[in-house]
């Protein structure tokens, strides 16, 4: 573990969330490559802020947050929009798709503007994204016409098609029925474990209102409840761990 | 006696119906001066980010820029040809007639070059796109704000400024520029036409002669510039109140009221701006 690329260190960070009223969510924590990280917490927990700010989209109150290597506060914006880009996010419910394009022209809008070309010219590493995500039947399919599970997966092909270096999922099985959960999971885990036919990051945060799905070997788990923000460990450490709010997060009484 | 009490006890009233009127024009005073101060500063942004990225992402910001002269500029077409014509039948026509009843016709050329070349055609054309796609600039930024759109375009990398905001101001710039020239030929044209119509002594050749005699190369020069800067202020200000501050849905119409207002303003002043600037160079 400790040869492994420092891609996030988050000290003293104080989070901006509505948890309790207007609050500072204080945060230290790292984040290695090849990582899977589960985030949990209960609604209003901060889950989403605390995603957005270590992803870097929104600035701390406080503390020190470097992302691959580089302190936030001390880069131009050009300099931000540039690792931004090397990070891979989902926001939650339905992805924030762009309402104007249809679902390829969504997932081919970043690596056509990253790498300057037309839009025909990443058509193809664009339909590979979609077909990986079992989406290609959607392909020419406005987003307003898809169902919420599916739009969530048009964002997940956004977000991977620049093939970004780690990928942060905001509540990826809210509201979603146990088709799509199973989906989710599995297609997760092969991106974690290397086994799909197109580069994926293997280094995965998710954050979630229920562990039991996410519980497996090679993960990690951490909590947000009551302000805090709490690392609970691995597979072992969550499954037998007292506190009642783990405890319903496992058997799902939290969803 | 009875009256005199009665007139004190209303006082304290009137004298908080006053203050509260002072204290109402006073936070309407600080708030355009606090919202003019950001749109300033947006401007700026704008401006940096337009000079800084023009060979940046061409590939994506050349189709929005096209598509923006085609909503703002072609689509505006039929319109500025119908308002054209309207005015110069109207307005035009009238004063052409006038003019010549009073012997006056020499004067022709010199009326129409300052009233439509100057002032009519660039302000209706600016005004009507204001309504026509300033209007829903607003609102459709201001949804994309609100539905979070505009985070997603920052965490894919994708600058909103250049993605949403530069695109517009160089449409708008560019289509008012050419709406407004198709408006002033239009307007000539039906004024012509009136004057054809009603029997008015003066020949196409004299009528365009005492026009392109009255014109000088500042006043294409100061067109040029005064059309595609009302663009930029449409632009920028509708841009602002849809992009720039955190916005709920149940805001947008709000926004886009004061978007509009604002953008009047800001091309009324830089219309008198230009007044002063003709008069300096002696137009």
Known sequence: ?255 | MESSVSENAHEPVRRGLIRRYFDFIGRQTLRTADTIKSVGAFALITIGVTFTKFNESTHVIRPLIRGQIARAGIGMLPAVMFLGGSLGLVIIGQMVSLLTKVGAQQYIGLVMDTVVFRELGPLAAAMMVLGRVGTPTVVELGTKRAQGEIEALEALGIDPVHYLVVPRVIGLGLSIFALTIYLILVVMLSGLLFAFLTDVQITPGEYFGQIAAGLTYQDFVFVALKTILFGAIIAVVTCYHGLAQPIKLEQVPYAATRAVSLSVGGCLLLDVFFIFLYIIVGL
């Open chain 1, 1 to 255: 573990m400790g040869d492994r690329r420092e891609l996030i260190r988050l000290e003293g960070v104080l989070v901006q969330a509505r948890v309790d009223g207007e609050t500072s969510l204080p945060v230290d924590w790292t984040l290695d490559e090849g990582e899977f990280w589960v985030v949990g917490g209960l609604n209003g927990s901060g889950k989403s802020p605390w995603l957005s700010t270590t992803a870097g989209l929104y600035p701390p109150n406080g503390g020190r947050q470097m992302i691959f290597g580089q302190d936030i506060r001390e880069m131009a914006e050009r300099d931000r929009a540039a690792l931004r880009a090397k990070i891979g996010f989902v926001f939650e419910n339905t992805g924030r798709l762009f309402a104007e394009l249809n679902v390829v022209e969504n997932v081919a809008l970043p690596l056509s503007y990253q790498r300057n070309c037309p839009a025909e010219d990443v058509l193809p590493e664009v339909q590979r994204v979609l077909d990986a995500c079992g989406l290609s039947e959607h392909a020419a399919s406005e987003p307003n016409t898809l169902g919420r599970g599916i739009q969530r997966r048009v964002a997940l092909a956004r977000a991977l098609v620049l093939e970004p270096e780690l990928l942060m999922v905001d509540s990826p099985l809210t509201s979603q029925d146990p088709m799509q959960t199973r989906w989710w999971v599995d297609f997760l885990t092969l991106m974690h474990r290397a086994e799909h036919n197109f580069k994926t990051p293997r280094t995965i945060v998710v954050t979630t209102e229920d562990f039991g799905p996410w519980l497996a070997e090679n993960r990690r788990f951490a909590l947000l409840d009551g302000g805090e923000f709490q690392v609970l460990g691995d597979y072992n450490d969550v499954a037998v761990h007292t506190r009642p709010v783990v405890r319903d997060m496992l058997t799902g009484r939290s969803a």
